[in-house]
């Protein structure tokens, strides 16, 4: 069975690149974002559509989402209101997450075979998580939803997230871990470490996206000081921000921290080139990572391009891009669920066939 994609809020393409890398064929995403055009377009042999999802035809979808293949509706709705992207017709409403209504209300009109579902592990508590499931439900998909580590699916990443898988053919779930034992967890150290070498603020001549931000030389003298996987408690007084040296602060250390080499890295986020924003310190090299090396460990391919050529990346844009991703892997793994599934499906199919016989 050949499987047509449409992936709603496809940013850079993370998503759409995993499920196209196990053979699905993603024929459209849809962003409002203009910045995921040239990635998305570039790397994947689908078109963008730049559009806010809110008002998005059910007749837009099906036109890329015809003939008999099965059809599946791929998302991962952004976790944060989008105020400025809330003037749509309908009125999803002022709630966090008010996006994944106007997820279910596209399932609802396209009635794809196949729907999945990709978020921060926090969304299982909320109710418009409830809504967005107990509608899959009633249109009588069967679901299935859990927290997913990716570093135990080969991501080599401390990041949570939560799957939701639907299909109206039967059953479905999540393959089992591939990377479930400590020692097969992917690290920082066999994602980036045969990149160019870096100084604060330098280039590689040979790949525009391995850049790393400049430092200040407060923030220089404190990463020489910071330690693999510590803190800014292992700096020297003098160096400690006045902020931390405060009660208040002093509980916040998940910030000026440096990636341990053999172990998988903090979840990438969209500041995740600033040493200042979380434990995104170089290892070994007195930096924070660079854009290239925050795509790698989101498992992007090492050439996966988010700027045309000849072009500057903006830290804030490309850092948004590769943040906001789903990891290309995970996506691999929602594929193979998905391929997995209709494999079932299509072997118990036959073995009715022959029980009529
Ligand atoms: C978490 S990111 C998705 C990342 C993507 N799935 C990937 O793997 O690269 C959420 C995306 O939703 C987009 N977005 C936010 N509000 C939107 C809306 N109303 N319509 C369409 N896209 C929207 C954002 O621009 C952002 O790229």
Known sequence: MKIKAVDLFCGAGGLTRGLANVGIDVRMGIDIDSACKYPYEFNNDATFLKEDVTTLTSETISAYLTGNDVRLIAGCAPCQPFSSYTRGKIDYGKEKWGLLNA???IVKDVRPELVSMENVAQLKKHAVFQKFKKTLEDLGYHVWFDQVNCHHYGVPQTRRRLVLLASLLGPIEIIKPTHLEKNSWQTVRNTI?????????????KDPLHVASVLSSTNLKRIKASKPGGTWRDWPKSLVARCHKKKSGKTYSGVYGRMRWDAPSPTM?????????GRFGHPKQDRAISLREAAMLQTFPKDYQFIPPGSKPNFKTVGRLIGNAV????GEIIGLSIIKHLEAVSSSKDRKKKRAA
């Open 103 to 105: 997820f279910s209300r």
């Open 193 to 205: 470490e045969g990149l160019a070498h870096l100084y604060a603020g330098d280039k590689d001549p």
């Open 269 to 277: 986020t969209t500041q995740c080139y600033g040493f200042g924003n």
């Open 327 to 330: 990891p290309v892997r995970l």
